[in-house]
């Protein structure tokens, strides 16, 4: 749908560009997705939101969505939406559509994608006049994340200092721990403020717990739904599962299989299974069905190298699923809260006891700590911190105030 008006028309309400790898409709590129678009749900009473994204869905599926006007202006929602081919992210067109919508605040979603870099580039350059920067990396300093072509990003990060391509900018930290991992990267003196990602105001609103199946001891079903990428680490889930013995087991695995080698690798560890562990692949699914895939599970699984929030944690809670997950989320109370386990990769029988744990549990015993998972997700999703938090982080950037 072509709306040529888009960044013309005079308003007195602060316009925002958000400029991200991937958005609507996409349903394979992950958490960082969902940050953006409850972010415009969530204040598009306040402010105009206009995005500029790829036309596509997901590093691993490339092919242009058939919904939407590749080149034009798109109302998706409550953001008109610009969608870019491949060849066209460049310092021009950015640059072009910048000065078309003449925000008064950029968010980026990113320190390190290619149509972030291109913006920040264009800018440090000149070809964009001052324009107030927010910038989230989503986890992408954290060492964790760092570990995957480390050598191409430590050159990126030196030339990024170089030429001062974040001169100025409002980093915006998830959590305290992301606050450290930014200014152990990019240097002690930078602006960075805290504000948790923001969540869908309510998920699974009708959840009822006959929706969870019954659990018998001796037995589980375990879930993992995340992107096939190395960094979420399900080969090391798959490893200890190979030690168990004797148990009927099942591991739904759910997502787009993005990294075709790591899934070769996560292929040779199911192949090593006992014949006690059935493993159904799914592939990529929509979010509705996603969350009924977690609904219908017993336990959720996520053996993640680094998360800074983790969307799918709190959607997992949500659909009454308890968490084995690592201690390389921001997740820290959930043992304490009786939802789930937090366990260190360097202890792998620790994960084998957890597992084991999962396996024998009995009925009432699931029950209990499935309701608790609910209570603990509709809790934290009616918390009005995060909204405040980042009214304020938006506040700073659009000159309306400090952010305390």
């Avoid at 060849?87 to 919508?101: D, E, G, P």
């Avoid at 072509?149 to 030429?163: N, P």
């Avoid at 004797?246 to 899934?263: H, K, N």
């Avoid at 692949?281 to 053996?303: K, W």
Wanted: aromatic fraction near 8%; charge should be positive.
């Amino acid at each position: 749908m072509k709306d040529s008006s888009v960044g013309q028309i005079p308003s007195i309400r602060k316009k925002i560009l958000i400029i991200c790898d991937f958005y609507l409709p996409s349903t394979k590129s992950g958490g960082g997705m969902w940050t953006v678009a409850n972010l415009v749900d969530r204040f598009c009473d306040r402010h105009d939101f206009f995005i500029l994204t790829r036309n596509y869905d997901s590093k691993g599926d490339t092919d242009p969505f058939k919904t939407v006007e590749t080149g034009e202006w798109n109302q998706v929602g409550n953001a008109s939406v610009f969608y870019v081919a491949a060849r066209n992210i460049t310092r021009l067109t950015i640059t072009k559509i910048v000065n078309q919508v003449a925000p008064d605040c950029v968010f980026l979603n990113s320190a390190m994608s290619l149509p972030a870099v291109k913006f920040l580039m264009a800018r440090t350059q000149g070809h964009i006049k001052y324009v107030p920067v927010v910038l989230a990396p989503c986890g992408e300093l954290s060492q964790g994340a760092l570990k995957g072509k480390s050598l191409k990003k430590r050159i990126f990060l030196r030339y990024a200092k170089t030429v001062g391509l974040f001169k100025d900018v409002i980093w915006k930290a998830s959590t305290e721990m992301e606050v450290q991992e930014i200014r152990r990267s990019i240097g002690s003196g930078v602006t960075v403020c805290v504000a948790p990602d923001l969540t869908p105001k309510t998920i699974l609103p009708n959840f009822s717990s006959d929706l969870k199946p019954r659990k018998e001891s001796g037995s589980a079903r375990f879930v993992f739904l995340s992107r096939l990428v190395r960094k979420k680490n399900l080969k090391y889930f798959l490893e200890r599962l190979r030690t168990i013995n004797g148990a009927d087991i099942e591991l739904e695995i759910v997502g787009p299989l993005e990294d075709q080698a790591y899934w070769r690798e996560c292929r040779a560890e199911i192949d090593r299974l006992p014949a006690n562990i059935k493993v159904v692949v799914v592939g990529a699914v929509s979010y509705p069905e996603g969350l009924e895939r977690l609904c219908s599970n017993q336990f959720f699984v996520l053996p993640t190298l680094n998360e800074n929030f983790g969307y799918v944690l709190i959607e997992s809670l949500a659909a009454g699923c308890p968490l084995l997950t690592t201690d390389n989320t921001p997740w820290k109370d959930i043992e304490q809260r009786g939802v789930g386990w937090q366990l260190p990769l360097e202890n792998p029988d620790g994960w084998i006891h957890r597992i084991n744990k999962c396996i024998q549990m009995k009925n009432d015993d699931y029950r209990t700590m499935s309701a608790a998972a609910r209570e603990y997700a509709v809790e934290w999703l009616a918390k009005p911190e995060s909204d405040e938090a980042t009214a304020r982080v938006l506040s700073r950037a659009l000159g309306e105030g400090e952010v305390q």
